[in-house]
Each structure stands twice: as structure tokens, then as C-alpha cells.
């Protein structure tokens, strides 16, 4: 190696080891304060629960045979046993039937705001309902009586308002579609 090129080299350790404090008196105490731990803002499920707890009324159509009525929900939570209910009274030609008496729905609030729950009902047989914050579904299997064979809907839940869309599995293999439209009353 060249001697210029040596002592470039020398000059530019010198720099480096004066910059990063290669001389224990070049060294500057720096004290960083330790960071005081804090917990994580907590959600409080219950009380999103609750906000959404109230009376909902509107519609459901059947889009494929024309049908419809009137539809309530009246949605309520109780914060001690983390309980959602939902009481739904359903108008009109329900199933291929007259509208079925008022049905009160229930299920142990979760973890992250989930919501699961099974049981069965005089109108929708064999059901479950599985929720995740504000979206839903609900399966009902071996529907009772006429021409459905099973049921199926999602939708949301927005504090505002209900929507929903449904699928009605008809025992002779054809499908039929709906939704259905609540507002906070």
C-alpha cells in the first residue's frame, strides 16, 4: 500500500476512533430515562354491549317469492351476567305459515366481544348463532313444518340499525333470498 494512501488511512482510524470516543476521557455520560411502564387502555366490552341494547324495527322480504312483514327486535343486555337478549316478533307469511309468537333469543357475552349460542325454537328448529363485534349469523336446521328444510342469515348490528340478508334452503333442492331492515326506534 502506498504511503499516502496509508496515512489517509491512519488519519481517517484517528477521526473514527475520536468520533465513537476511543479515549475513555472522550466518553460523555448520557443518562436515558427509563420509560415508566403503563397499562394498555382496557375496552369495556359491557359497555359496547350495552350500547347496542334497545328496540329495532322494520322489514324482512323475501325476494324471490314477493313475501314480507314486519319485523322487531328488541335487543337488551344485563352487564352482572354478561347476557345478550334478543326478543324478535316476526309479521307476515313466515316460512309459508302465520307469523309465530314473539321469540326471546340468548347467549353469554365472550371474549373480544364474542357471542355464541345453541338451542331450538318452535320456528326455527335447531339453531345457532355465533357473533363477532357487530356481524352475525345465524344457521337454523330442520326448520318445523312446510316447505323449508333450513335457514340461514348474516348481518350487522351497528347500534343504528339491523340488516341483514337470508337464504332459505326449501325442501324440494331450490333456494330462496331475503333481507331484512330494522332501525333503532
Avoid at 350500547?51 to 319485523?71: C, L, P, R
Avoid at 355464541?116 to 326455527?124: D, E, K, L, V
Avoid at 337454523?140 to 328444510?149: I, K, L
Wanted: aromatic share 8%; net charge neutral.
Amino acid at each position: 500500500m502506498n504511503r499516502a494512501r496509508r496515512l489517509a488511512l491512519t488519519a481517517l482510524s484517528c477521526l473514527l476512533l475520536a468520533a465513537c470516543g476511543g479515549h475513555p476521557a472522550a466518553r460523555h455520560a448520557v443518562s436515558t430515562p427509563t420509560p415508566t411502564p403503563s397499562s394498555s387502555p382496557s375496552i369495556d366490552i359491557g359497555a359496547l354491549a350495552a350500547a347496542f341494547a334497545g328496540t329495532y324495527a322494520g322489514s324482512w322480504t323475501n325476494n324471490t317469492f314477493g313475501s314480507g312483514g314486519s319485523v322487531t327486535a328488541v335487543v337488551g343486555f344485563d352487564r352482572a351476567t354478561e347476557t345478550v337478549t334478543a326478543t324478535i316478533t316476526v309479521g307476515g307469511n313466515v316460512f309459508g305459515g302465520p307469523p309465530p309468537p314473539p321469540e326471546t333469543f340468548s347467549g353469554k357475552l365472550g371474549n373480544l366481544g364474542s357471542l355464541g349460542f345453541t338451542g331450538h325454537s318452535p320456528t326455527f328448529g335447531d339453531f345457532t348463532v355465533t357473533s363477532t363485534g357487530p356481524t352475525f349469523v345465524m344457521k337454523a336446521q330442520n326448520v318445523p313444518g312446510g316447505r323449508v328444510d333450513h335457514f340461514e342469515a348474516d348481518g350487522l348490528l351497528t347500534g343504528t340499525a339491523i340488516n341483514c340478508t337470508y337464504k332459505l334452503f326449501l325442501k324440494d333442492g331450490t333456494t330462496a333470498d331475503g333481507v331484512c331492515s330494522l332501525a333503532r326506534a
